[in-house]
């Protein structure tokens, strides 16, 4: 199983929507419309239970870091 921080996923999701025009077969498309739907209900779970991908949950991140760098 991978583990992903939510900018990873976010971003796995963007590559995701960049590479679907380029699905051709038939098995191709399905098992990118599978991982995509897996991606987004993670996303949308996280969202849920963490409040990640929301304006107050990267407000949450963002305060995160800028105290941690200036622990320093």
């Known amino acids: 199983m991978l583990e992903l921080d939510d900018m990873e996923l976010m971003q796995l999701q963007f590559c995701m929507q960049q590479t679907k025009s380029q699905m051709s077969m038939g098995g191709e498309i399905r098992r990118h419309a599978s991982i995509t739907e897996k991606i987004e209900a993670e996303m949308e779970r ?3 239970a963490t409040g990640a991908y929301t304006p107050e949950g990267v407000l ?6 800028i105290d941690e760098l200036s622990q320093g």
């Open 46 to 48: 996280r969202k849920n």
């Open 60 to 65: 949450r991140d963002l305060q995160r870091q």
